[in-house]
């Protein structure tokens, strides 16, 4: 079986080939090849499928996806836990949530590259499946997402999908993520419990799903010994003029929050895998292939029916042919569109004929579902063929509640075959109200259709959600060779729900210093004008007791206009309390209190969406001295905000240019201090590194806030004494936000000015205490404190200080900056200390 199953993929190659174009003198010679419908017509090659599992956006094994997916057709799919939140942006300044939006995007464009479904299992943006940084433990990750919840998600999504062959990205090895290693547990336990009735057995009697049976479970194999099959990926496809890496590449390019992709030169690449469980056979030492054991086609799911079962056989065989012609059709749109459509008459019929047959040992759910798989890609290869276009203009993209609008759905016939019995109409949520209809129509090549529809809003309707699915579709049918075929066709614009106005607030986070003077602090806020016309709203803010404002003010938009800036005065009350405050602006706007900031995100490589989140200013009042004389230069890395918070704290701070810190007085400044990463994100910093160990030697001091090992970090030349950053980073690292901790030396001064440190700055932290820990460091430095994981590590260089000449240099790798944007009060403390050191004396 398998020999004719490659003999058949090595025959479709060769036509390919054929087909590339040969330049000569500049001319075209051969027809050129057609991408999208290449990718339509190649999975009906097979009937395999395979499910990639990971933990974040980006964890998918993207050159092996696209070698199944693109090379071979599989079905092929990732299943994503989290929506990579906790991450860091670098493209933007959008975090958490925000964040969580871009790279879900993103994978879901990288996945079009790829040919890849996307699923996750994390469905809104309040979801307990979060991104909650790095973690050395799956038991911590499932504690802290739910492992009930979590799992019961994962079988679910198996049960829906229905995979033959499962690989987690990654292993459950100490030495791993433990997002990484509690997906890769799940993947194992489901192979069982999948297929089993008693777990979860409410998604079979009150969902309707049925159990499914995993044929293979791999693991990625830790060296080519020990791996049960080697996957050569790295062959050149004439169609995408890719090789299958390039592919995959092509796509994590599209991962640019994270600043993914390379470049891969043609060549060899291998994939091996490690066969961990089989519901097909026994493990075997060595395989040529994946599949073995696993039907890859219906010709050898019918070789491999037993004689009782045989009434089935010719069914299949005739649907496999129907499914090869189709394949061979290519590169023609009309041949394909209508040996799609015959191939659909005989799929339809064998459908038929498995619902009313009685098997004796095959599954018949097993291959209904196959058919159904089947279904759909014939349907898609028809939407590709057919080359109906299809748009849906909507008078705005920007809805509201109870309000009308506009839609004009176009059809366009670019192909050359006519399409019978077109209609189209909307897919709206029940609620809403459609006015207009349309009526069948035949479409003959080079024919169009416009239909005009009015749609309303109600005024309940449920607002924008950037996780579900589009609010507003076409559906569109059509029919030919006597089979009809439904498609789905988003807009191309995002389709949102959103409040008439939305308010945003600067600043968005505050302070209360309580070992100062109470004074009055500005409140500006943004109103954003969502409502497509003229508009009144009365904006004030919902203040803490005891504090004053002035009154509420009035914001008139007129017809074009979309945003104004009001600003408010507040003073906190004398005597003001240490502990969490809330100030809340809201708008009311025809007798409805609107207090929700709409966030826009949006970049050409994924497009527009929103947040929606509460418009409220989270405050926290807390004692924090500092030297009022106290100059602080920051070089910003574009990675962190705490220069803006220090400013906000009262501090006096100067961003360093690149013209100053190459050619400017640094002296001017008692501390230096550079944000996360500097030596990777600035040149200039890397480039004029001596002058800041010039200015430190000279009486300065400098704080260095962590780096990555890569980060053009020389161990010997960055700091003024050798400092080597731990690798593998994985193991220098503390990330539970509570670790237990030992102040090394508690009467030093950077743990008693102007801030007396005591345990309490230490609590309430957020996320992690620290990354990328140094491993080894020169006798010069003093270490201040020690911090332990939760897996027992113990690590000393989270500050690491030393004099140096007549100054003084601190590299601290504890993470600060979430602490100070997140307004842990410890965190503003302890790091005024480290960056007032100089005013000590």
Do not use: C
Request: hydrophobic content about 35%; cysteine-free; charged content about 25%.
């Amino acid at each position: 079986m398998l020999q004719r199953k490659w003999m058949v993929a090595l025959s479709l190659l060769l036509v390919l080939t054929l087909l590339t174009p040969a330049v000569s003198n500049g001319q075209t010679t051969q027809e050129q090849h057609d991408e999208e419908l290449w990718s339509a017509v190649k999975p009906l090659e097979t009937i395999t499928s395979f499910l990639n599992t990971g933990a974040h956006p980006d964890d998918e094994r993207s050159h092996l996806l696209a070698y199944l997916s693109r090379g071979l057709g599989v079905h092929t799919a990732s299943l994503i836990a989290n929506r990579g939140e906790g991450g860091q942006n670098e493209i933007g300044e959008e975090l958490g949530n925000g964040l969580g939006i871009i790279r879900s995007r993103e994978l879901i464009e990288a996945s079009k590259v790829t040919g890849v479904e996307v699923f996750h299992l994390s469905q809104t943006t309040d979801d307990e499946i979060y991104d909650f940084g790095f973690s050395k433990s799956p038991d911590e990750t499932l504690q802290k997402w739910g492992e009930e919840e979590t799992y019961e998600r994962f079988i679910r999504l198996i049960r829906t999908y229905k995979p033959d062959i499962v690989m987690p990205s990654f292993r459950n090895v100490e030495s791993q993520h433990g997002h990484h290693r509690a997906i890769s547990i799940l993947s194992q336990k489901a192979f069982e419990d999948a297929a089993d009735p008693t777990v979860f057995p409410e998604q079979i009697e009150e969902e309707g799903l049925d159990t499914w049976q995993i044929k293979k479970l791999y693991l990625p194999a830790e060296s080519e010994d020990t791996a049960t099959v080697g996957i050569e990926v790295g062959d050149y496809d004439p169609v995408y003029d890719q090789t299958y890496p390039q592919i995959g590449e092509e796509s994590r390019y599209l991962h640019k929050s994270q600043g993914m992709g390379r470049e891969v030169e043609p060549g060899s690449e291998m994939v091996y895998l490690d066969l961990v469980n089989s519901s097909v056979g026994e493990i075997p030492e060595q395989e040529d292939t994946i599949f073995e054991g696993i039907p890859y086609d219906f010709n050898e799911y019918a070789d491999d029916l037993k004689r009782s079962d045989r009434k089935i056989k010719r069914q299949l065989e005739k649907l496999q042919a129907a499914l090869e012609k189709v394949i061979e059709a290519y590169p023609s749109h009309q041949s394909v569109l209508k040996d799609t459509h015959s191939a659909l008459k005989q799929l339809h019929k064998t459908e038929r004929f498995v619902e009313q047959f009685k098997f004796n040992e095959i599954d018949k759910k097993d291959l209904l579902h196959r058919l159904d798989v089947k279904e759909e890609q014939l349907e898609n290869s028809s939407k590709v063929a057919s080359q109906l276009e299809v748009s849906t203009n909507v008078t705005v993209s920007n809805l509201t509640q109870g309000t009308s609008n506009d839609v004009t759905i176009t059809l366009k016939n670019n192909g050359d075959v006519e399409l019978k019995d077109v209609t189209a109409h909307l897919n709206l949520p029940e609620e809403w109200d459609v006015v207009g209809s349309t009526q069948a129509k035949n479409l003959a090549p080079g024919d169009g259709q416009t239909f005009d529809v009015k749609i309303h809003v109600p005024e309940d309707a449920e607002y924008y959600q950037p996780y579900e699915e589009s609010v507003l579709s076409t559906e569109v049918t059509y029919k030919v060779e006597g089979q009809v075929v439904q498609h789905k066709y988003d807009p191309e614009e995002t389709i949102a729900v959103l409040p008439e106005v939305s308010l945003k607030a600067d600043p968005a986070s505050m302070i209360v210093n309580t070992a100062k003077e109470m004074k009055e602090e500005t409140i500006d806020v943004n109103v954003t004008n969502y409502s497509n016309g003229s508009l009144t709203a009365e904006v004030s803010l919902y203040l803490p007791e005891g504090w004053e404002a002035v009154e509420s003010q009035t914001v008139v938009f007129g017809e074009d206009e979309t945003s104004k800036n009001v600003s408010f005065t507040v003073t906190p009350p004398e005597g003001a309390e240490n502990g969490e405050f809330e100030i809340k602006p809201v708008a009311e706007v025809e007798g409805k209190k609107l207090d929700t900031t709409v966030q826009k995100i949006s970049y050409d490589h994924i497009g527009t969406f929103y947040y929606l989140k509460e418009a409220a200013i989270h405050g926290v009042a807390f004692d924090l001295n500092y030297p009022e004389d106290l100059k602080i230069g920051y070089i910003e890395s574009g990675f962190d905000m705490v220069a803006d918070h220090l400013i906000n704290a009262g501090m006096d701070v100067t961003r360093i240019s690149e013209g100053e810190l190459a050619n400017g007085d640094l002296s001017q400044y008692d501390t230096i201090v550079t944000g996360i990463r500097a030596y990777l994100s600035r040149e200039d910093l890397l480039n004029n590194n001596a002058r800041l160990l010039e200015y430190v030697e000279n009486g300065g001091h400098l704080v260095v806030q962590y780096n990555k090992p890569w980060d053009n970090w020389d161990p010997n030349a960055t700091a003024p004494y050798p400092l080597t950053i731990g690798q593998p980073s994985i193991e220098w690292r503390v990330t539970d936000e509570a670790s237990e901790y030992e102040v090394l030396q508690p009467d030093h001064t950077l743990l008693n000015y102007p801030n007396d440190i005591t345990a309490e700055d230490w609590d309430g932290w957020v996320q992690e205490r620290g990354l990328y820990y140094p491993m080894e460091w020169d006798d010069d430095y003093e270490t201040l404190i020690n911090m332990t994981d939760l897996d027992g590590d113990t690590f000393d260089g989270g500050i690491l200080y030393t004099d140096y000449g007549e100054g003084s240099y601190v590299y601290t790798n504890l993470v600060w900056y979430r602490q100070i944007q997140n307004q842990v009060p410890g965190g503003y403390r302890i790091f005024t200390n480290l960056i007032s050191y100089p005013k000590a004396e």
